[in-house]
């Protein structure tokens, strides 16, 4: 059996001031940088050893791994990037503010389209994102559901066929959100997942199954760690 350690990437630039960031990219923050550092003692403190690492493209996400892999002692293992694990595309509102476009755009869609105040799926809002694009860059439903379960797939599957034991992979906070929700669709989606947060999977003859969702456990005993050194 394949655990899978799926982290959403450290804080950047974009996450502080509220931009939808999307395919554009900003680095990380200091602040983003320390809480990766103290994911990765997280996981050195618990002795995972990682046998393989996948991320996206974007420069976040392969900015935090880095520091993942220093600092919880994992350099050198086989390492992929993949743009099928890159975040949900916003086309011409990538680096707009997030509340231009969910706090003003898209509500502005779903009341023309009919639809009531209730809390939307992800269907809708990619949908309406989709059909406010002027850029035509932003993704069909089908186009996204379809390369975001053919990438992390992929990558389980080559693992699984390698031997692996455990792997860790870098995403983005509504990518694995997604990604989540296709695994277990009779659940609701998770919404705000932390920076630095893990999110625990098996995977077995093509079947993956959660264990734990937006986990802050390892991250909170590298701070530790670092505290006790400080003092």
């Not at 690492?53 to 520091?67: E, H, K, V």
């Not at 706090?103 to 989709?130: H, K, W």
């Not at 059909?131 to 389980?156: S, Y």
């Amino acid at each position: 059996m394949l655990n899978i350690y799926l982290v959403r990437h450290g804080k950047t630039m974009f996450n502080t001031i509220g931009r939808a960031q999307g395919w554009s990219d900003t680095p990380l923050t200091e602040e983003g940088e320390l809480g990766i550092i103290e994911l990765g003692l997280g996981f050195k403190a618990k002795n995972i050893t990682f046998d393989r690492a996948y991320s996206s493209d974007s420069g976040r996400t392969i900015q935090t791994m880095g520091l993942i892999l220093k600092y919880s002692k994992n350099e050198g293992i086989p390492y992929k990037f993949d743009k099928r694990l890159r975040e949900w595309c916003f086309g011409s509102f990538d680096g707009g503010y997030d509340g231009e476009l969910f706090d003003g755009v898209l509500p502005i869609i779903f009341a023309e389209n009919g639809m009531d105040g209730r809390l939307r799926t992800s269907q809708e809002i990619c949908e309406a994102i989709y059909q406010v694009d002027t850029a035509n860059w932003a993704e069909t439903w089908e186009e996204l559901t379809g390369r975001i379960a053919a990438g992390f797939a992929d990558a389980a599957a080559e693992s699984e066929k390698a031997g692996a034991q455990n792997i860790v992979i870098v995403s983005h906070g509504m990518t694995i959100g997604t990604f989540i929700e296709m695994v277990q669709p009779d659940q609701p989606r998770p919404r705000g997942l932390d920076n630095g947060s893990v999110t625990c999977l098996t995977y077995e003859n093509g079947k993956f199954d959660i264990k734990a969702i937006g986990d802050m456990t390892y991250r909170k005993i590298g701070k530790e760690m670092i505290k006790n050194e400080e003092k």
